[in-house]
C-alpha cells in the first residue's frame, strides 16, 4: 500500500518536475529573444516613433514585406516606417551624388555668363571708345543704339530667342539717319529729327541704299557663328540642370521600396541588426530600383559630349573673344565705307526718300559698289598699347579646362548610379550576409546588369517600363541632342576632349603658350590640342562676295576675322592683349 501510494507521488512529481522546466525554458527563451537590439537600431537611425516596435516579439504577425515564419519584432506599423525610412534614405543618397552635377553646372553657367558679360562690356566700350575719339559728331547720338546692340546680345548669348542677324541690320538701319546726317551731309545737320518721314524712310530703305557696303552682312555672320555655339552652350548647361532636377526622386516604385526595405530592413524584424546585404543582392536591388535611370546613359553620355565639344567650340582660337572684339573694327569700316561713297549713297536717298534736289555729278548709282575701302588708321585704330597682365589672360582659358576636366568622369553618372549607392557601408562582399532570405556566406543568385532589358533576368523583382517622368526627360535630352547637332552639324568634327595641353597637332595654326592656359602640367599625360571651329549655324545670313578660300574638310577650319582693314591680322594679338588686361583691371577695381 505505501510502495504504490510513493509510486503515484514520484509519477506526480515527475510531472511536475517537467512542467516547470518548460516553463523555465520558454521564460528564459523569450528574455534572450527580445527586440531590445531592434528598438535601439529604430531609434539610432531614427526610422520613426519607437512605439512602432514592439518590446518582445510577435508570432502571429500579419506582416505584408518581411514575411517569415516564426517571432518577428515588427508589425504593420514598423513596415510603414521602414518604407517611409528607407525611401528617404535612398533619395537622400542620390540626391548627394547628383548635387555635386547641380554645382558643377549651375557654378559654370554662371561662370561662362559672367565671362560673356565682361567680355560684351569690354567690346562696348572698345566701340564708344572709336565713336567719342574719331566720329565725335556721332557719339552721343549713338550711344542708346550701341546700348541696344550689346544689350542683345547679352540676351542672345543667355539664350533668348533672338536673332543676331536681325539685331545687326537693326543696329545698321538705326544709325543710318545720323550717319548721313553727321558724316554723308554735315551741312543737313539739325534737319532730321528722330521719329521724321524722312528719318523713318532711311532707317527702312538702309538695306536698299546700302551705305555701309558688305560689312553690315560681315559683322553680321561673324558674330552669329562665334556667338551661337556660346548661346547653345549656355542652353546646353541649362538643360542639364533641367535633366538633374528632373531625376532627384529617382522614379522609385512601390515595388522597389518594398524591395528596399526587405534588404535593409527585414533582417530587423528577426532580430538580426548588425548583418549588411550581401553585394550582388544589393546591386540587383539597387540595377531594378533605378533601371528607368539608368536608360537615360545614351543620351546623357551624347549630351556631355555635346558639352564638351561646346565648350572647346567656344574656346577654339578665342574666337568668341576675337568676334567681339572685332565689332569696333566692322563698323568703323562700315562708316569709313559710307564716308567714300557719300555721292552715291547721296543720289540713291535723293531717289527713294527725296531727301536732296542736286545730283552729283561723275558719280553713277550702285546698289551694290564693289570697292575696296583703302586701309585708314585712325588713333583710335593704331595698335594698342601692350599690358602686361598674364593672370588675367589665363583666367578664361583657365575656366573652360577646368570646366572639361570636371565633364569627363560624369559620362558614365547614370550607367554607375546603382553601384555607387551599394558602395561604402550599404552591402558587404566577402562575408556573412544579408540575402533577402536568410543569413549566408554569400549571395548565390544572378546579377543582373543595368538598364531595362537586364531586370527581366532579375531574380529580386521585375521592372517592366520606364517611369514616365523619365521617359519625358530621356525624350527631351534626345532632341536636345539632335537639334543641336542640326544646328551644329561641324560639331562632330570635334573630337572628345581628352586633354588640354601643351603642343600642336599637325597642320594646326594654333600655338598652345602659357598664355592660352594649356601649359604643360607635368604629370607626363599626353596632350592633344583642338583646333578652333568656326560654328556657324544654319541662318547666319548671307556669305559675303570674294571669299572663295577652300578649307581641308578633313579638318575643322580654323577661325577667321574676315574683313577690316589689311592691317587688322597683326593688331589682332594686341587687341586680344588688350581685351583680356582692360577685363583684369575691371576685376581689379571690383
Not at 547720338?141 to 533668348?160: D, K, M, N, R, T
Request: with cysteine; net charge negative.
Amino acid at each position: 500500500m505505501s510502495r504504490g501510494g510513493s509510486s503515484r507521488l514520484n509519477s506526480r512529481s515527475a510531472v511536475w518536475i517537467v512542467t516547470f522546466v518548460a516553463i523555465l525554458m520558454n521564460v528564459i527563451d523569450a528574455d534572450a529573444y527580445n527586440c531590445h537590439e531592434v528598438r535601439t537600431a529604430f531609434q539610432v537611425l531614427q526610422v520613426g516613433p519607437l512605439s512602432r516596435v514592439p518590446e518582445t516579439p510577435g508570432t502571429d504577425v500579419d506582416l505584408l514585406i518581411c514575411k517569415h515564419k516564426g517571432p518577428s519584432c515588427c508589425t504593420r506599423k514598423t513596415e510603414e516606417s521602414y518604407q517611409v525610412a528607407v525611401k528617404r534614405e535612398t533619395l537622400q543618397n542620390v540626391q548627394s551624388y547628383s548635387s555635386e552635377l547641380k554645382h558643377l553646372f549651375s557654378t559654370h553657367a554662371h561662370a561662362f555668363q559672367d565671362m560673356f558679360r565682361s567680355l560684351l562690356s569690354f567690346s562696348q566700350g572698345h566701340l564708344s571708345s572709336l565713336l567719342e575719339d574719331t566720329y565725335s559728331s556721332l557719339f552721343h547720338h549713338a550711344q542708346p543704339h550701341v546700348h541696344q546692340l550689346f544689350s542683345s546680345l547679352s540676351q542672345y548669348l543667355s539664350g533668348a530667342n533672338i536673332s543676331v542677324e536681325t539685331t545687326v541690320h537693326n543696329f545698321f538701319n538705326s544709325i543710318f539717319p545720323l550717319v548721313y546726317e553727321k558724316l554723308i551731309n554735315p551741312d543737313m545737320e539739325g534737319s532730321l529729327m528722330e521719329g521724321s518721314v524722312i528719318s523713318d524712310c532711311l532707317r527702312t530703305t538702309r538695306k536698299e541704299v546700302n551705305p555701309f557696303g558688305y560689312h553690315p552682312a560681315l559683322m553680321a555672320q561673324e558674330l552669329a557663328g562665334a556667338l551661337g555655339a556660346g548661346r547653345q552652350l549656355s542652353l546646353a548647361l541649362k538643360e542639364g540642370l533641367k535633366a538633374i532636377n528632373a531625376t532627384e526622386d529617382a522614379g522609385l516604385t512601390k515595388d522597389c521600396e518594398k524591395n528596399l526595405v526587405k534588404m535593409m530592413y527585414c533582417s530587423h524584424c528577426r532580430g538580426l541588426t548588425l548583418f549588411k546585404p550581401c553585394m550582388g543582392y544589393c546591386l540587383n536591388v539597387m540595377r531594378g530600383c533605378l533601371a528607368s535611370l539608368s536608360e537615360l546613359d545614351q543620351p546623357w553620355r551624347r549630351y556631355i559630349s555635346l558639352l564638351e565639344q561646346l565648350t572647346l567650340a567656344v574656346a577654339g582660337h578665342h574666337s568668341l573673344e576675337l568676334a567681339l572684339l572685332g565689332v569696333r573694327g566692322h563698323i568703323n569700316e562700315a562708316l569709313l565705307y559710307a564716308r567714300l561713297h557719300s555721292p552715291i549713297i547721296t543720289t540713291m536717298v535723293d531717289k527713294v526718300c527725296g531727301l536732296s534736289t542736286e545730283e552729283p555729278t561723275g558719280m553713277l548709282p550702285s546698289t551694290s559698289p564693289e570697292v575696296t575701302t583703302p586701309s585708314v588708321t585712325s588713333a583710335s585704330s593704331a595698335a594698342p598699347t601692350q599690358f602686361t597682365s598674364e593672370q588675367e589672360l589665363k583666367q578664361f582659358s583657365h575656366l573652360r579646362r577646368e570646366f572639361l576636366l570636371h565633364l569627363q568622369p560624369l559620362k558614365s553618372f547614370f550607367m554607375i548610379l546603382p553601384d555607387l549607392l551599394c558602395k561604402g557601408d550599404t552591402a558587404v562582399e566577402d562575408s556573412t550576409c544579408w540575402t533577402g532570405q536568410n543569413v549566408k556566406e554569400s549571395y548565390e543568385s544572378r546579377v543582373v546588369g543595368t538598364g531595362l532589358n537586364a531586370q527581366r533576368q532579375n531574380p529580386e523583382f521585375k521592372v517592366r517600363s520606364m517611369a514616365p517622368r523619365l521617359e519625358e526627360v530621356k525624350k527631351r535630352l534626345d532632341l536636345f541632342n539632335q537639334e543641336t547637332l542640326e544646328r551644329f552639324p561641324q560639331l562632330e568634327e570635334i573630337e572628345d576632349w581628352e586633354g588640354f595641353g601643351s603642343g600642336k597637332e599637325e597642320g594646326s595654326t594654333m600655338d598652345c603658350d602659357d598664355e592660352d592656359g594649356c601649359q604643360s602640367s607635368g604629370d607626363g599625360q599626353e596632350r592633344k590640342s583642338h583646333g578652333g571651329v568656326s560654328i556657324d549655324s544654319k541662318s547666319t545670313g548671307r556669305q559675303p562676295e570674294g571669299d572663295s578660300s577652300k578649307e581641308n574638310p578633313s579638318k575643322p577650319p580654323p577661325v577667321r576675322v574676315i574683313g577690316g582693314s589689311p592691317s587688322a591680322s597683326w593688331l589682332q594679338p594686341c587687341s586680344l592683349a588688350l581685351l583680356f588686361a582692360g577685363l583684369g583691371l575691371q576685376w581689379m577695381l571690383l
